[in-house]
């Protein structure tokens, strides 16, 4: 693979419209819901109401009497072979693993955790027939307060504590470089928890034949939920198949193993019928994975001119109440991000993990990333205003120049490339960030109701996971590879199977620019399968920005292979060696003689036909291959935001938000502009809009899209986004991950701004999310006190 | 059981259905329209958003009997072979990820154009509120839509 070759061709970089587009628009997409077997039957779940119970007995006959019901089970009847749904990352050797059985049958620990399943004909009478099942439960204190869980005394989740697990990181001399430090900057924030809310509900059918099943589901993993099937669930692999439709959203939603995929298959084997389960929304807030949910305490040490010694980090992670797929390892993805785009002496992090009697966490768009950028985004811009110095000058201070890459970071990251002064200076331009500064002034001194704030985010993250070798040292359960398939048919046209399955990513388009531009063959001519275990054996899934940094490498590697056995091919057919043969935009000819050629389609019926094939040469161009990368992928990017936060009521409008993302080389410029808008505005959502909250008995009181925040249209701001352009070396195409970056970046930088624009009045922090309400009472709180009467600081 | 007859997407059909039965699951379960997607249960999103008698009603909040005698329109008969202008628009500024909203999405915008043809940015995102995406950022929805008015839609 050479990037010469690339460089050249037309593919890349261009703004293809989607191929996915055609049965999304019209109605035609094959969602999980709208799948209808012969005999199907509808599951529906009896669901704790405590957060926390003894369950003292489930009676479930008279649901059995409802008209319409099949059957209902209670935990109980699944003791023997529901085991325990699995959690993939234990993160250290002592970590506490409470068994998490997909059905509770002794003791609920969330409310919505399943306590009893009932089958009927269709979705209302299984609905129905809930009601009739009787449960007893003896209520258990609940455990909601990270903190107040880890002390002595505190009634416990499981029986072995409330402590899971504790992750220590520590590079260079800490203590040297907070000992003596001119400056320490300590502060306290709060991730509040979220909930995912991907616009497609999960749903699931189940369907044996004989001693095989089919699993449908609306998941981002179909290879690791049949892996996670046939390892745990005791059902013979090779008799698994698991497909994903089309699925509507993830966000890290659908990276899980739930209890209703494994119960659809265990009910639908014990009927010896199909079954189906669909969420309602409100039952998926309670029991979709939440995300976030950390106290992040982070200190900084500087000298005086703003160069950082040290950084030191300490976490509190709310694991929920049980260990889920990847659950404890979240937070340990943003270990490595504390120190971002900065060169400092030394790092220490620390992570606790608690259990709570809450829906467990996993990932959620950025997965621990976010988290650490918000906080260190968070005290660089504190640490400013410590210092009296313009907070983009602080970072420009501290970050590392374009010329020193590849650079390895205090937490052992080793950054490819990377060009913070040319997106920073973009984004300044687009942004106008001096005249905002002069108006912010000249707001300040008028005494203006409405302050202007600016927010900065120069930030980087780790994606594209990942180095199968380095993911295993963190004790993850699975490699970081990702397998792809490209078959010559032959009439020249090009299937291609990627293990890497999409829903909504555009893989189908950016595969096919992939495929053009390596095979020489239009775009229109290559089709594009994934997310069916039986047509896509191999994969591990969408998730971490990895798509196209690994998956889309596997690709590039196995049009490589197809190259060389074409090579073979029409030396053969053209009388030469095959060292004489180029292949130059899908034609293949000898060297010095580019008249004499065959096109690869050519080629290809060549070896369909097999008539005229070189001697002991297989009759196929198909090619697999797979691949796992050396490194993560490292894009960056300046974002800004400026907020206008009126003072006497506390609303904050965004003015304006202007975003230059740095993602190597583009395949789709359209592609990569969608997936920075959508995740700049799951971010600002955060800043602003959503938490999942509980009440003081456990109750989740943001079940429904009335009340857990999801923006709309009206409530966000016009996103002005540019990129720079600085290629990955660590891969051939040059690429970056585009899919969380828009995540991690935003938040911060609307906080940021939101602060900026009080600090006169004293202000240095509005809990997210910040709504008019903490606003208000954060300037209420300040004005009370007497603070920044002065013009404010510290 | 109630008898209901009910025109959708230009085919007339008469059924009995459960008085409690809602409209989006008359459409999806008993007559296959699939096209018209449920994202929650209290009306907030808007994914179900189908044209009732030309005017734009969430169907998750319309029982199938206060349908009868009525002409629905979903995502799947909005066009006649061609693209509608909305669905042109949406392709062509990448207005859609997943696509489980656009449908109702585009049904909603519809209702939007008819009732004011040249709406403003700030109209779109307002006109569109009751419709939520969690992919694209609303970005390219706007453009689309304001492509869409531009080329002219037809109510």
Known sequence: ?794 | MASITVTVDGVRYSDEVEPRLLLVHYLRDRLGKTGTTVGCDTSNCGACTVHMNGVSVKSCAVLAVQADGTEITTIQGLSNGEWHPLQQAFNTEHALQCGYCTPGMIMAAADLLRTNPHPSDEQIRDGLEGNLCRCTGYENIVRAVRRAAESGVTP
């Open chain 1, 1 to 794: 693979m050479t990037t010469d070759t690339q460089a050249a061709a037309p593919e890349l970089g261009k703004a293809r419209l989607r191929k996915e587009d055609a049965r999304l628009l019209t109605g035609q997409t094959n969602w999980t819901d709208n799948i209808v077997l012969p005999g199907m039957l509808h599951m529906c779940f009896v669901r704790s109401p405590f957060a926390h119970a003894r369950i003292t007995s489930v009676d479930v006959s008279a649901a059995r009497d409802v008209p319409g019901v099949i059957a209902a089970f209670s935990g109980a009847d699944f003791a023997d072979e529901q085991a325990s749904l699995p959690c993939g990352w234990p993160v250290t050797e002592d970590i506490v693993m409470p068994p998490h059985p997909p059905m509770a049958t002794d003791e609920v620990r969330y409310v919505g955790e399943a306590v009893a399943v009932v089958i009927a004909r269709d979705r209302y009478e299984a609905a129905d027939a809930i009601a009739a099942v009787d449960v007893n439960y003896e209520p258990l204190p609940p455990v909601l307060d990270m903190r107040a869980a880890l002390e002595e005394g505190s009634p416990k989740v499981h029986e072995a504590g409330n402590k899971c697990y504790v992750w220590p990181f520590v590079q260079g001399d800490i203590d040297a470089a907070f000992r003596d430090a001119p400056v320490v900057v300590e502060r306290t924030y709060r991730q509040q928890r979220l909930i995912p809310c991907a616009m497609e509900p999960r749903a699931v059918v189940a369907s044996w034949v004989a001693d095989e099943v089919t699993l449908w589901s609306s998941t981002q993993i179909p290879h690791v939920l049949r892996f996670a099937l046939g390892a745990f669930f005791g059902i013979p692999e090779q008799n698994i198949r698991v497909i994903a439709p089309d699925v509507g959203g993830g966000f890290g939603s659908k990276l899980q193993v739930t209890a209703e995929e494994v119960l659809a298959v265990l009910v639908a084997r014990k009927l010896g019928r199909p079954v189906k389960w669909t969420e309602s929304r409100s039952e998926g807030n309670l029991t979709v994975h939440h995300g976030r949910d950390q106290w992040q305490t982070i200190r900084v040490a500087a000298d005086r001119d703003g160069r950082l010694r040290g950084l030191d980090v300490d976490l509190l992670a709310d694991m929920g109440a049980y260990l889920m797929l990847v659950t404890p390892g979240i937070p340990l993805l943003g270990a490595f991000m504390y120190p971002a785009i900065y060169k400092m002496d030394a790092y220490s992090f620390k992570c606790t993990g608690v259990f709570t009697t809450k829906m467990p966490t996993d990932a959620y768009r950025g997965a621990g990333r976010p988290e650490a950028t918000f906080a260190i985004e968070r005290i660089m811009d504190e640490l400013a205003v410590e210092l009296g110095m313009d907070p983009l000058e602080l970072r420009e201070r501290n970050w590392i120049k374009h010329e020193e890459f590849p650079y390895t970071t205090i937490a052992t990251l080793v950054y490819d490339s990377g060009n913070y002064e040319a997106a920073t200076a973009r984004a300044k331009e687009l942004f106008g960030y001096d005249e905002l500064r002069a108006e912010q002034k000249a707001r300040r001194e008028s005494g203006d109701p409405v302050q202007l704030g600016i927010g900065i985010s120069t930030f980087t993250e780790m994606c594209g996971l990942a180095p199968s070798r380095v993911v295993g040292s963190l004790r993850y359960g699975v490699g970081g590879w990702e397998n792809a398939t490209v078959r010559v048919l032959a009439t020249g046209k090009i299937e291609v199977v990627t293990g890497s399955s999409a829903h909504g990513q555009g893989h189908e388009t950016a595969w096919s620019q992939i495929v053009a531009d390596k095979l020489g063959v239009p775009f229109e001519d290559i089709r594009v399968l994934h997310g069916d275990t039986q047509v896509s054996a191999k994969g591990m899934d969408t998730y971490g920005s990895r798509s196209l940094t690994v998956g889309g490498i596997a690709l590039a590697g196995a049009c490589d292979k197809v190259i060389d056995k074409a090579k073979r091919v029409a030396a053969h057919l053209m009388e030469a060696s095959e060292n004489d043969i180029e292949f130059v935009n899908g034609r293949l000819h000898v060297r010095g003689d580019p008249e004499q050629g065959r096109t690869i389609q050519e080629i290809a019926l060549a070896t369909f036909t097999a008539h005229n094939f070189p001697d002991g040469t297989e009759p196929s161009l198909d090619s697999e291959h797979t691949f796992d990368p050396e490194n993560f992928s490292f894009p960056h990017g300046t974002h800004l935001c400026a907020t206008e936060v009126d003072t006497e009521t506390g609303r904050v409008t965004i003015r304006s938000y202007v975003a230059v993302d740095d993602v190597g080389k583009v395949v789709n410029p359209l592609i990569v502009e969608g997936q920075v808008h959508g995740g700049i505005v799951q971010g600002i959502a955060q800043a602003l809009y959503e938490e999942a909250v509980y009440d003081d008995d456990g109750n989740l009181l943001t079940t429904t899209l009335a009340d857990y925040l999801v923006p709309s249209a009206a409530d966000l701001p016009h996103l002005t986004t540019d990129r720079t352009e600085t290629p990955a070396t660590t891969n051939p195409l040059g690429v970056k991950g585009v899919g969380e970056a828009g995540t991690i970046a935003s938040t911060p930088a609307v906080v940021n701004a939101i602060v900026d624009a009080l600090r006169p009045m004293g202000i240095d922090d509005v809990p997210m999310p910040c709504t008019p309400e903490r606003v208000w009472r954060a300037i209420q709180s300040a004005r009370d006190t007497g603070a920044g009467q002065n013009g404010g600081g510290q």
